[in-house]
């Protein structure tokens, strides 16, 4: 499987301000997806992250406070945009197989003060 | 859109027993069921996945059973050892798309 890093491991930022989080793989891969992990929860699903297209957003995430960028096929971004305490929790990418399974980087830890 | 239900929440079990892991799933066109193993403070790592063309997939220890009439899938741990603690999420397909959706997940707890 390919191997995924996420920069960086854990920030901790201000009300209103925006952090952008990182995720590059080691070889190129056509799906790209970024996650939501609240403490305790599960994965919740932001958006589709296509290179050479438009991120594809779900339910509930907007592009405004979740821009997504895909220059190539190893390397996204993920921008959480006016931060607010709602928004602490855990960040993860994940890339697409060959066969429809999923790996996940090792994940963003962001807290709001 | 897909809708997965776990049960149970948590779920703690002798060393040596085993464990069962139940979901259903409502999107009658998914065809992809993995389980990830999300120990604490690691990201989650897919440990088995099963396809709609097979009933029944095993792996060492693990297995996955599906049916897809009823609509519903598990995971079988068996003779559990203390490093199978962790959380289990199950996940289906959004029928077509290479995107998942997740179960609520389980806390499993192996007491030596």
């Known amino acids: 499987s390919a191997v995924i890093s996420q920069k960086p491991s854990r920030d901790i930022c201000q009300r209103g301000t925006s952090l952008t989080i990182q995720c590059q793989v080691d070889s190129q891969v056509t799906m790209m997806f970024w996650y939501r992990q609240q403490p305790g929860q599960s994965l919740t699903l932001i958006a589709t992250a296509n290179q050479g297209s438009e991120a594809t957003y779900e339910s509930g995430f907007v592009i405004d406070k979740f821009p997504i960028s895909r220059p190539n096929l190893t390397f996204s971004t993920l921008t959480v945009s006016n931060l607010s305490p709602e928004d602490s929790s855990i960040y993860l990418c994940?890339?697409?197989?060959?066969?429809?399974?999923?790996?996940f980087g090792p994940g963003t830890r962001l807290t709001v003060t | 859109g897909e809708n997965v239900e776990q049960h149970p929440s948590t779920l703690s079990v002798q060393e040596g027993d085993s464990a069962v892991i139940k979901c259903t799933y409502s999107d009658s066109a998914s065809n992809y069921f993995p389980w990830y193993k999300q120990e604490l403070g690691k990201r989650p790592q897919l440990i088995i996945d099963i396809r709609s063309n097979v009933g029944e997939k095993k792996d060492q220890r693990i297995a996955v059973t599906l049916n897809k009439t009823a609509k519903h899938f598990s995971l079988h741990i068996t003779e559990t050892q203390p490093e199978d603690s962790a959380v289990y999420f199950c996940?289906?397909?959004?029928?077509?798309?290479?995107?998942?959706?997740f179960g609520t997940g389980t806390k499993l707890q192996v007491i030596p």
């Open positions: 996940a289906a397909d959004s029928g077509g798309y290479q995107k998942v959706t």
């Open positions: 994940s890339v697409g197989g060959k066969s429809y399974e999923q790996y």
